[in-house]
Each structure stands twice: as structure tokens, then as C-alpha cells.
């Protein structure tokens, strides 16, 4: 079935530094979704994009969606503590009535 | 309510013993899916229902595993004969329309199988 990789699974970044994720894919996908999950928490939707090509900002997040369709990332820009928490990627499969997840990144950040 | 709410929020079973997770999804909302998320690893998809339709149970690991919706809204995860491998968190997620489009997740039950 279809697989995001997303890697590595751990970053430590410094409070105030920007940092950049991706995830791949080896198929092709119509939309991309990133999501953050604090401990004890589902996760939580921070950008949707949908067209190749596509960047989109929410307040310090910036996505953009690859122009292949088979890839994306995430930047976070000036970091601070609550950044801290696992990123996920996904993507609908199967007629749109289910996600495909990535493994996750595990962001830490220093004080 | 104002969000997705599943009890129990932890679960010890004995290996052997029979467990029901419960979902309460968004009011209104047409789409509940069930995701699990073993350790270090993304959710996984395992069943999705429309009102009380079941219309995708492609993800249960095997018959042990049970979903049912019976009024379209609250759903229960049912896993027969618990086994080591089931201890996971488990996820529900509800969605206003036919799609994953707009998908709120709930704190999900973490179960631990002794």
C-alpha cells in the first residue's frame, strides 16, 4: 500500500531556530496533511494543502506541497517550547475515506 | 459536545480478556473512523463508518477485532481474546462529511494487555 517516510524520526533544535521536515512518498497524492500530537493527545490538523505546488501559511508554520505530488514539507519558523511534540504527515487513500500516516518526527526543543 | 470523547482513557486487560473501547463523536457528524497508533508509530486505519454503516473495515488485524455504530453515533471497538500485540493507543476521529476532510480526533484509550 501506499507509504510515507518521513525521517529522522527525532530533532533537537535550540528555542528560536527555524526547522524544516519533509515526508515521501513513493505514489503519487492529491492532498497533504500535517499534524502535531502532544503526549496523551490525538493528533491535531495544522495545515491541509491540496494542489501541486502549493504553499500555505499558518502563523509560524509554512507548508508546501511538491510539485511531483510525491512529497512536502513543513517549516516552523523562531521555535519555542510548546513547538514541542510529534509531526505527522498524511495523506487520503482509498476514495478519500481514510488517512495514511507517516511514522512522525519527534521535535524537541532546548531552552 | 464540543469534541470527541473516548473512555475508557486507559485500559489494563489480562491477555485473554475481552475489552470494549467506547467513542463519542462530534454531534452531527457523519464519518467516525477508528485509527490504532502502536508505540513510535504513526495512527493506523483500521474501520470507517458513514451514519451506521460500516463501509470500510479493511484495517481490523482479524476477527478478534469488532466495530459497530448501531444509531450512527456512538461507535465501540470491541477486541475478543486480547493478545500482547493489541496493546496500542486507539484512536477515533469523527468528520462532518463523507471525506477525511475536517477530521477531529479524540485523546484516544491506551490499551496495555498483561
Known amino acids: 500500500g501506499q507509504q510515507l517516510n518521513q525521517s529522522p524520526q527525532s530533532m533537537f533544535i535550540q528555542e528560536g531556530e527555524d526547522v524544516s521536515m519533509n515526508c515521501t512518498s513513493s505514489?503519487?497524492?492529491?492532498?497533504w496533511l500535517w499534524y502535531k500530537q502532544d503526549p496523551g493527545e490525538g493528533p491535531v490538523l495544522l495545515i491541509a494543502?491540496?494542489?501541486?505546488?502549493e504553499l500555505t501559511s499558518n502563523g509560524r508554520l509554512t507548508a508546501q506541497f511538491g510539485i511531483t505530488r510525491k512529497d512536502s514539507f513543513l517549516n516552523i519558523s523562531a521555535s519555542i517550547p510548546s513547538d514541542v511534540g510529534i509531526y505527522f504527515c498524511?495523506?487520503?487513500?482509498?476514495?478519500?475515506?481514510?488517512?495514511?500516516f507517516g511514522k512522525g518526527i519527534t521535535l524537541s526543543v532546548r531552552p | 459536545g464540543a469534541g470527541v470523547s473516548q473512555s475508557p482513557r486507559y485500559k489494563v486487560a489480562k491477555r485473554g480478556q475481552d475489552v470494549a473501547l467506547r467513542c463519542d463523536p462530534i454531534?452531527?457528524?457523519?464519518?467516525l473512523f477508528w485509527y490504532q497508533q502502536a508505540l513510535g508509530q504513526g495512527p493506523e486505519f483500521l474501520t470507517y463508518?458513514?451514519?451506521?454503516?460500516?463501509?470500510?473495515k479493511s484495517g481490523l488485524p482479524s476477527d478478534r477485532f469488532f466495530a459497530e455504530r448501531p444509531e450512527g453515533s456512538v461507535s465501540t471497538l470491541k477486541i475478543q481474546r486480547t493478545q500482547q500485540e493489541d496493546s496500542a493507543v486507539y484512536l477515533c476521529a469523527s468528520s462532518p462529511g463523507a471525506t477525511v476532510y475536517g477530521y477531529t480526533f479524540g485523546s484516544g484509550t491506551r490499551l496495555t494487555v498483561v
Open positions: 494543502l491540496y494542489k501541486a505546488g
Open positions: 505514489s503519487i497524492f492529491n492532498t
Open positions: 454531534s452531527g457528524h457523519v464519518s
Open positions: 463508518f458513514q451514519n451506521e454503516a460500516q463501509l470500510d
Open positions: 498524511a495523506g487520503p487513500t482509498g476514495a478519500n475515506s481514510k488517512l495514511t
